[in-house]
């Protein structure tokens, strides 16, 4: 028996318990979120999350995914269609491309920059810009909560993580492409969320070694 009168193996399922708890606790945390009322947000949501560390590194350069989710069930604008985004989170982006975004990354293409009236503009320093490939491929708004992937590579330690740092743009259009209302152009906080896979795997493997601990005699 320990010291809370358990004998080991219950005290270890408890804790193993409480740290699943803890991780679906950490994995429902909210993003940072700009919107609804914000000045160009027309009642859509906006928020972006990248995880604590990058997917892979060199020398001189990391990988991250960040998601960039927009929930327009409140949108309020008079466009039919989400057909254009992007996002800054680095000064200094090597590369960029889509890992998953809505109705697959098929149906979408990325370019290096950000948007204006017309699309994806090839400027604008850091910014990586996915576009649907058609107009009727493009999420519909209102509607639901759509979620882009973008990996991308940039100088070591470049990652935009300071209260409103990153940016984030986004165009409606109408059935036929055109752009509908404001064009959507907000700085927003980078959240980095933990991966709920990896702190399972890591609590499990601490209780685990707990629980096999040979009490001194």
Same mark, same amino acid.
């Given at each position: 028996?320990?010291? !809370?009168?358990?004998?080991?193996?219950?005290?270890?399922?408890?804790?193993?318990? +409480?740290?699943?708890?803890?991780?679906?606790?950490?994995?429902? $945390?909210?993003?940072?979120?700009?919107?609804?009322?914000? #000045?160009?947000?027309?009642?859509?949501?906006?928020?972006?999350?990248?995880?604590?560390?990058?997917?892979? /590194?060199? $020398?001189?350069?990391?990988?991250?995914?960040?998601?960039?989710? =927009?929930?327009?069930? #409140?949108? /309020? %604008?008079?466009?039919?269609?989400?057909?254009?985004?992007?996002?800054?989170?680095? +000064?200094?982006? /090597?590369?960029?491309?889509?890992?998953?975004?809505?109705?697959?990354? #098929?149906?979408?293409?990325?370019?290096?920059?950000?948007?204006? +009236?017309? @699309?994806?503009?090839?400027?604008?320093? #850091? *910014? !990586?810009?996915? *576009?649907?490939?058609?107009? @009727?491929?493009?999420?519909?708004?209102?509607? @639901?909560?759509?979620?882009?992937?973008?990996?991308?590579?940039?100088?070591? %330690?470049?990652?935009?993580?300071?209260?409103?740092?990153?940016?984030?743009?986004?165009?409606?259009?109408? !059935?036929? %492409?055109?752009?509908?209302?404001?064009?959507?152009?907000?700085? =927003?906080?980078?959240?980095?969320?933990?991966?709920? @896979?990896?702190?399972?795997?890591?609590?499990?493997?601490?209780?685990?070694?707990?629980? *096999?601990?040979?009490?001194?005699?």
């Amino acid at each position: 028996m320990g010291r !809370d009168g358990l004998p080991p193996r219950r005290r270890g399922a408890l804790l193993l318990a +409480a740290a699943v708890a803890l991780v679906g606790l950490a994995s429902n $945390a909210p993003a940072s979120s700009i919107g609804p009322s914000c #000045g160009s947000c027309q009642g859509s949501i906006y928020s972006l999350e990248t995880t604590l560390a990058p997917v892979s /590194t060199t $020398a001189t350069t990391e990988t991250w995914n960040v998601s960039y989710t =927009i929930d327009t069930s #409140g949108y /309020t %604008g008079t466009g039919t269609h989400l057909n254009q985004v992007a996002l800054k989170v680095s +000064a200094s982006i /090597t590369a960029g491309t889509l890992v998953a975004a809505p109705g697959g990354v #098929g149906l979408w293409n990325v370019i290096m920059g950000g948007i204006n +009236a017309n @699309g994806c503009s090839m400027a604008g320093s #850091g *910014f !990586d810009c996915a *576009f649907a490939t058609s107009p @009727g491929v493009s999420p519909n708004v209102p509607g @639901g909560v759509y979620t882009w992937v973008f990996q991308l590579t940039m100088q070591t %330690g470049s990652l935009l993580l300071g209260p409103n740092e990153a940016s984030v743009k986004a165009r409606y259009v109408s !059935d036929t %492409g055109f752009k509908v209302g404001a064009l959507v152009s907000e700085d =927003i906080t980078l959240s980095q969320v933990p991966e709920p @896979g990896a702190l399972l795997l890591l609590a499990a493997a601490a209780i685990s070694r707990a629980l *096999f601990v040979r009490p001194k005699h």
